[in-house]
């Protein structure tokens, strides 16, 4: 009796990854949002024929850079599993610190260092909440930002504070070179350092592993409160460097400075790719959708519609960026059960 030879069965090689790279890279949200922002450039050009002159250009970047600057630290937040919704009262109450410094005096270093000082210690004040006691950021961040908002108006009341010195306005209006602000030379700068550190650092990596999974970040001996603390520091920060820039380029200070910004970071953040439960995203995805808003809404400045317009297209993009990816997941599904 024989036994009958059994051919081995070929081994098949399951790919970690579906596609070349070229087709994973044409397929991204980055490539789409980026085709999004020329399609919106080419009609913006021919909408409007001031929209290329180079100056116009230059003060469509005012738009952005400012928000852009907290939407990098906000990015990292929300990649987190964490959200900080006070970071426009934070502008608030450090442009209200300022204002109150200038008029005892304080020089143009001093104001700088007092508004990111403020910036960072809302941060700090947020982050003992959150990461210390363990609240829940966005019921902690509601209350923060009526709490610094609301200091601003018992401090200013009605009135506006001004005369900040003459060199002070270069933070907010000054040129680097040609048309070229100092304000997005400093974006460019910001957007590059959490680049690096959201994408090439341990650091970073640590921030993808809290937002897809908190606990077994802790087992793993991932430092979880720590960092969550340090990335409310970074959203102070970058509050507060946001609250001197646009101090300086409007030239006073009120209360209701920055009112609604926080609607249109997280906008950003999320436009970007960012995912609002935690556990994905990158910067040049922020980078791109700063860009996309900026021009969106200088372009409808130029064709002079009303603010109260762009509130409603600025909602309204942040549902659809939401649900996009939710609604499309579950027809995935669908179709795969």
Not at 145 to 161: E, K, P, T, W
Not at 226 to 247: E, Y
Not at 297 to 322: A, H, K, R, W, Y
Request: proline share 4%; net charge positive; aromatic share 10%.
């Amino acid at each position: 009796m024989t036994l009958a030879k059994t051919e081995p069965r070929e081994k098949r090689a399951i790919p970690d990854r579906l596609g070349t790279p070229f087709t994973r890279v044409m397929a991204s949200w980055e490539v789409l949002l980026f085709g999004v922002a020329v399609l919106i450039f080419i009609a913006n050009s021919l909408a409007s024929p001031y929209f290329l002159d180079a100056w116009n250009l230059s003060d469509a970047t005012f738009n952005f850079t400012e928000k852009a600057m907290i939407a990098f630290a906000m990015a990292l937040l929300i990649i987190s599993g964490e959200i900080d919704l006070s970071v426009a009262a934070i502008i608030a109450l450090a442009s209200t610190a300022m204002g109150y410094a200038v008029q005892m005096g304080v020089g143009t270093p001093g104001l700088v260092a007092i508004g990111i000082a403020v910036g960072l210690l809302c941060g700090a004040f947020n982050g003992i909440l959150v990461a210390g006691l363990k609240l829940p950021s966005i019921v902690v961040t509601i209350g923060t930002m009526s709490l610094f908002r609301g200091i601003s108006y018992i401090v200013l009341g009605d009135q506006a504070f001004g005369k900040y010195p003459a060199d002070f306005a270069f933070f907010g209006q000054g040129y680097v070179f040609w048309v070229f602000s100092f304000e997005f030379v400093l974006f460019l700068v910001i957007a590059a350092l959490f680049a690096v550190l959201l994408h090439k650092t341990n650091f970073g990596r640590q921030v993808y592993v809290i937002g897809n999974n908190p606990f077994a970040a802790r087992f793993s001996g991932i430092p979880v409160e720590r960092v969550k603390f340090i990335l409310f520091l970074l959203t102070g920060l970058m509050s507060g460097i946001a609250a001197v820039c646009l101090t300086s380029r409007l030239g006073s200070t009120r209360p209701s400075i920055a009112q609604g910004w926080e609607l249109e970071v997280v906008t950003m953040v999320v436009l970007g790719g960012v995912s609002i439960l935690g556990g994905a995203g990158t910067i040049v995805g922020v980078v791109i959708a700063a860009f996309v808003m900026g021009l969106v809404t200088f372009g409808l400045g130029l064709l002079n519609v009303p603010g109260i317009v762009m509130s409603i297209f600025i909602g309204l993009l942040l549902i659809i960026t939401i649900a996009l990816p939710i609604v499309a997941r579950r027809i995935k599904n669908s179709r795969a059960g």
